[in-house]
């Protein structure tokens, strides 16, 4: 089933195996990327653990009611004109689609790092804007957004193209790091911690990155949930 319930149950199976096969050693990281950002909120905010250290939204939209009417709107023509007509909101409730991250973004506590480019036409930075600013208004304060221009060409799935990326996803890891270290949380370490980020061009999907080495952490992709 592509019924909401049904896939954030598997992403927590997904999550509860990867919690296994890491162990306590290593950071770990959800990323969700279009669709898959949506199902990341929901599957983080379902977790019974709490060792995930960072949430990353690559591409994300606010609800899927929103990006339904904006591709509505785009379309032009009679998908315009049904745009009134269509109850959007209610037929995603009644098909477990609605996908509201922006009503529980806000009450995540770990950090957030939502990246989004200027020139996607398939999810406009609005809507992202607005995910980020219900989190704030919401009270949510570990949130960092960064929006790549568009004359970087990066549209919806070339983000994981972007200069610096992997170094400011580091320094995010770093700034976990740092703030549970101050709350006196075991075992800190100062060792660079890598994060692989494998791209699914086709759907959204989530990502954890890690594997226990010999006394340290490498990064390992250990595979991914599609949507």
């Not at 023509?77 to 973004?105: C, N, Q, T």
Request: glycine fraction near 10%; proline fraction near 3%.
């Amino acid at each position: 089933s592509l019924a909401q319930t049904s896939l954030v149950l598997d992403c927590l199976a997904a999550l509860a195996w990867l919690q296994r096969e890491a162990g306590q050693c290593c950071r770990l990281v959800v990323w969700g990327h279009s669709m898959g950002a949506a199902l990341a909120v929901q599957t983080v905010a379902r977790a019974r653990h709490t060792d995930i250290h960072e949430l990353v939204l690559e591409s994300p939209f606010n609800n899927l009611t929103e990006e339904v009417e904006e591709v509505l709107r785009q379309g032009g023509g009679y998908r315009r004109l049904l745009l009134p007509l269509l109850p959007v909101s209610k037929l995603l409730a009644r098909a477990d689609l609605s996908f509201s991250s922006d009503s529980l973004l806000a009450s995540l506590q770990l950090p957030v790092l939502l990246l989004h480019a200027e020139d996607d036409p398939t999810i406009p930075l609005r809507l992202a804007q607005r995910l980020a600013s219900a989190a704030r208004e919401g009270g949510k304060t570990n949130l960092r957004m960064e929006v790549f221009g568009k004359e970087l060409g990066l549209g919806h799935n070339n983000i994981f193209r972007a200069e610096g990326l992997g170094e400011m996803v580091r320094e995010e890891l770093g700034l976990v790091e740092e703030k549970r270290g101050e709350k006196g949380v075991e075992g800190q370490r100062s060792r660079e911690q890598g994060v692989v980020k494998e791209k699914s061009r086709e759907q959204g999907r989530l990502v954890g990155a890690l594997l226990q080495g010999e006394g340290r952490c490498e990064p390992r992709a250990w595979g991914d949930s599609h949507v």
